[in-house]
Nanobody, 117 residues
Framework: QVQLVESGGGLVQAGGSLRLSCVAS????????IGWYRQAPGKQRELVAA???????NVVDSVKGRFTISRDNVKNTVYLQMNSLKPEDTAVYYC???????????WGQGTQVTVSS
């Protein structure tokens, strides 16, 4: 049974930092690409950053230079380090894994990030 469990969200002032964690179980973690998504109130869920099994990463332009994604294959954990946070970063953050054909896709329960101005 695949499980993704996020943690690390909270309330922070603009300019502050948070580190989100996503612990995975039930998958061969080191072979999977993992993504971080976010969903703000009234908006669609959007991809923020992703890390491949080889450690290569991609982040969207809106967070480039502020957010960093990394992984620890020993701990089956993916991190999202968020610096210089802005009020527009306020959202529920989810981690995601998708693999196989037809694709199987799994989401965590999400962690709330609130950035006050």
């Amino acid at each position: 049974q695949v499980q993704l469990v996020e943690s690390g969200g909270g309330l922070v002032q603009a300019g502050g930092s948070l580190r989100l964690s996503c612990v995975a179980s039930g998958i061969t973690f080191s072979r999977k690409a993992i993504g971080w998504y976010r969903q703000a109130p009234g908006k669609q869920r959007e991809l923020v950053a992703a890390i491949n099994s080889d450690g290569s990463t991609n982040v969207v332009d809106s967070v480039k230079g502020r957010f960093t994604i990394s992984r620890d294959n020993v701990k089956n954990t993916v991190y999202l380090q968020m610096n210089s946070l802005k009020p527009e970063d306020t959202a529920v953050y989810y981690c995601n894994v998708r693999y196989g054909w037809p694709a199987s896709e799994f989401w965590g329960q999400g962690t709330q990030v609130t950035v006050s101005s």
